[in-house]
């Protein structure tokens, strides 16, 4: 089973100021060309909305896995941030949580940003934590560099179940070793399959197919990328490794972090 772990769709299929497809049925028609199950969709807090994300999913129950999205610097304290997440999102039918800092234009390490996740550790059932990971942007000024930041957070928040998209980017190999200690944290490999395809990264992401099989999800980030593109993609970065470890990362591990199962 192949299960992707980050598309997009929008209200009007219109993908920011580009020619891409991002409707619903664009998505849908791609996922079952590509033989792909099911897939997490994410809203983009400030400009895809959560109830949009949620009404797409409900009509493709069975294909589409919704994750809300939060933009905690919109409050001006780590108290109304958090005061704002709890009436949005407590004990609402998410099982995911995306925070783009880059998107938003935030450190993941400002205090708001924290204050949520410490916020969200304490329910019952918090949702798991798509974090995107490419955090500089044009006058970024962050309090630590990324791979740090990331083993502050997942580190800082246990009870939390992190993916990291886009595995840190060029850092992936760092990344990966950062959080290896770290049970919580989970390696997205949406978009870097793409854009490091051909380059010294791509052999360190073969390497970790093998040997952090357990840690690793398949993804596209539709529609920066066509889903049939990045299966194509993920089946030559894995070509010779055994089918157990593929099957992991195509959605296995997926599976276990979302669903519980063994």
């Not at 993804?219 to 049939?228: K, R, V």
């Amino acid at each position: 089973m192949i299960i992707d772990s980050l598309v997009h769709v929008t209200a009007n299929g219109r993908w920011f100021q580009t020619d891409l497809d991002a409707s619903p049925e664009a998505l849908l028609r791609q996922m079952d060309e590509a033989g792909v199950e099911k897939a997490v969709v994410t809203a983009l807090a400030g400009h895809v909305t959560n109830d949009f994300v949620l009404s797409v999913s409900n009509r493709y129950a069975g294909r589409l896995i919704a994750g809300a999205s939060f933009d905690p610097t919109i409050s001006f304290s780590p108290e109304e941030a958090v005061r704002d997440f709890r009436n949005q999102l407590h004990d609402a039918p998410f099982a995911v949580l995306k925070l783009h800092p880059r998107l938003n234009r935030y450190d993941p390490l400002d205090p708001r940003c924290l204050a949520i996740l410490r916020e969200a550790a304490t329910w019952a059932k918090p949702p798991a934590i798509w974090i995107d990971t490419l955090f500089y942007y044009r006058g970024a000024s962050l309090r630590k560099p990324v791979v740090e930041a990331i083993h502050r957070i997942v580190s800082e928040f246990p009870a939390l179940t992190f993916a990291l998209l886009h595995a840190g980017g060029s850092w992936a190999l760092q990344v990966a070793e950062a959080v290896r200690d770290c049970p919580n944290a989970f390696l997205d490999l949406s978009f870097t399959l793409k854009r490091y395809y051909g380059s010294s990264l791509w052999t360190d992401l073969r390497y970790l197919v093998k040997t952090f099989d357990r840690r690793l999800l398949f993804g596209s980030d539709f529609p920066e990328a066509p889903i049939c593109e990045a299966v194509r993609l993920f089946g030559e970065l894995t070509a010779g490794t055994d089918p157990e470890k593929v099957a992991n990362v195509a959605g296995r591990n997926l599976e276990r972090l979302l669903f519980g199962r063994p």
